[in-house]
């Protein structure tokens, strides 16, 4: 289980790593101050890897610009990050993005929960352009976690899943140990509505595997 701290400061990077992220991603679109001071933050030495990502309003984030404009946010970071999360609408940059040797996390938010079926075709869509594909689905029952579960477990590797919205969030805790790549998290600012607190997340984790 590798753990992302999801940032809205750069500020907080240190802190991130401190309390024990694996990697720590930068939410571009929620930064409120000068994404050169962001540059800035990041620019220093920092032990874990980083994800740079502009999430689109369409998939849970504030981003309302088109394609090109996703980018020349995006490119200005591209020589201090080592990740960058590609929704398919931007797709047309991952071969520039991988030719400067970065992996594409290749994203896909989806506000229901696609059928098997659905979900593997978006899965290859994803493979096509991004090193590792990310599904984020939202749950409407247990059954529908019993389906992801097998997804996630029979998918090609890596992968990452995870679901949107509170009602099924500690599933997020249980992903991982069917083959999800990563765990995305906070340490004390929410990105995302169901994520936890790296804390909380790692005294789970303990439970789960040593108790």
């Known amino acids: 289980m590798k753990i992302v701290v999801s940032l809205t400061s750069p500020d907080e990077i240190q802190k991130a790593v401190a309390l024990g992220a694996d990697l720590i991603e930068l939410r571009l679109d929620l930064m409120d101050e000068d994404l050169s001071a962001a540059m800035a933050g990041c620019s220093k030495a920092c032990a874990a890897p980083l994800i ?11 981003f309302t610009g088109d394609p090109d404009r996703w980018f020349s946010i995006v490119q200005p970071f591209l020589d201090l990050v080592d990740y960058v999360d590609v929704e398919r609408r931007f ?19 989806i506000n229901y929960m696609p059928p098997p079926d659905d979900l593997k075709a978006i899965e290859r869509d994803l493979r096509s352009f991004g ?15 019993l389906d992801l579960l097998a997804f996630t477990l029979d998918v090609e590797k890596p992968v990452i899943t995870s679901v949107q919205g509170a009602e099924f969030r ?22 995302a509505q169901g994520q936890y607190d790296i804390r909380e997340l ?9 108790h």
């Open 202 to 210: 790692q005294q789970l984790k303990e439970l789960l595997i040593y």
């Open 131 to 145: 090193d590792i594909p990310k599904i984020a689905v939202t749950p409407s029952s247990q059954r529908d976690l």
């Open 52 to 62: 740079a990502t502009l999430r689109s309003q369409e998939e849970g984030g504030t």
């Open 170 to 191: 500690y599933a997020r805790t249980f992903l991982p140990f069917f083959g999800s790549e990563m765990v995305y998290c906070h340490i004390g600012t929410p990105t």
């Open 91 to 109: 797709r047309r940059f991952a071969p520039l993005i991988r030719y400067q040797h970065l992996q594409v996390i290749a994203s896909a938010h």
